[in-house]
T-cell receptor, first 114, second 112 residues
């Protein structure tokens, strides 16, 4: 079956531009997570949705980062006024729901801010 | 101090060698423990869960020591295809989100 998909796979943005990154989770997966992975580091948690509810956004690094999942399936991570330090791979993961620990990751979006 | 600490490596080993990775975590309330594998420029994938009793999956053995807050992964008879970054992962306890907390990863390069 189809896994988690993300688009675009690569994005180059000039400093100050806004970007929107899309995640299509596995069909029927209730939980959706966003992670940020800087070069040479492990992924770091950004935010978590259960269906359409954003239950944890404690990892979002600043108010320039915003995520939504309005219908409980597709999610968008938006970064406003991008900065060079936002350059990273943004990973989306989904799981069946609360109590299901295994998360399935998408291929990521590699964002480069110039 | 990072919540999950790993030796970043790289570990360069010949085919057929046995290699062990270690990881420590700082939050004693951590609930679940995993090893994920990440190939270069790919997404992380679950390798195995880690239990206090120890668990084995083929050539891979994982062990958890809750008292010492220490997790290990042993790979026997290394294959070229084992070359990847191995990420130690814990989940927070106390009813927190099911988020995953990753270590930096340990790079393994198996040489022919």
């Amino acid at each position: 079956g189809a896994g988690v998909s993300q688009s675009p796979r690569y994005k180059v943005a000039k400093r100050g531009q806004d970007v929107a990154l899309r995640c299509d989770p596995i069909s029927g997966h209730v939980s959706l997570f966003w992670y940020q992975q800087a070069l040479g580091q492990g992924p770091e948690f950004l935010t978590y949705f259960q269906n359409e509810a954003q239950l944890d956004k404690s990892g979002l690094p600043s108010d320039r980062f915003f995520a939504e999942r309005p219908e409980g399936s597709v999610s968008t991570l938006k970064i406003q006024r991008t900065q060079q330090e936002d350059s990273a791979v943004y990973l989306c993961a989904s799981s069946l729901g609360e109590g299901w620990w295994e998360q399935y990751f998408g291929p990521g979006t590699r964002l480069t801010v110039t | 101090r990072k919540e999950v600490e790993q030796d970043p490596g790289p570990f360069n080993v010949p085919e057929g060698a046995t290699v062990a990775f270690n990881c420590t975590y700082s939050n004693s309330a951590s609930q679940s423990f995993f090893w994920y594998r990440q190939d270069c420029r790919k997404e992380p994938k679950l390798l195995m869960s880690v239990y206090s009793s120890g668990n084995e999956d083929g050539r891979f053995t994982a062990q958890l020591n809750r008292a010492s807050q220490y997790i290990s992964l042993l790979i026997r008879d290394s294959k070229l295809s084992d070359s990847a970054t191995y990420l130690c992962v814990v989940t927070p306890g106390g009813g927190a989100t099911n988020k995953l907390i990753f270590g930096t990863g340990t790079l393994l390069a198996v040489q022919p």
